[in-house]
Nanobody
């Protein structure tokens, strides 16, 4: 019954912006961590950002890599039960399939093995 559905991917030129959405339902835990991950061919899936739905203030948000800090923003829309990843000043190295995922109880932000349920992903392509 856990469902995670991503949308909003596409193709943009370097310097452009995209906003990804993750519609989450059927939470296994009442206050889950929802993470954004990405993967490009030949590379392991890596954490991008995480939001703890029990506290979406600054203390509940983690950015997983220095390369996305200041460019990416993760947030939630309580009314629509949706988690967003706003991406600005995109670079070619941001290209990949982006996934949202639900963590297990007390999942460690950005740690792939701590996330149990995954969406199918949405493709982001950034051209130079």
């Amino acid at each position: 019954q856990v469902r995670l559905v991503e949308s909003g991917g596409g193709s943009v030129q370097a310097g452009g912006s995209l906003r990804l959405s993750c519609v989450a339902s059927g939470y296994r835990y009442s206050r889950p961590n929802i993470g954004w991950f990405r993967q490009s061919p030949g590379k392991e899936r890596e954490g991008v950002a995480n939001i703890y739905l029990g506290d979406a203030s600054d203390g509940g948000i983690t950015y997983c890599a220095e390369s996305v800090k200041g460019r990416f923003t993760v947030s939630q829309d309580n009314a629509e039960n949706t988690i967003y990843l706003q991406m600005s000043n995109l670079k070619p190295e941001d290209t990949g399939v982006y996934y949202c995922a639900q963590g297990r109880y007390y999942a460690r932000p950005c740690q792939r093995d701590d996330y149990t349920y995954w969406g199918k992903g949405t493709q982001v392509t950034v051209s130079s």
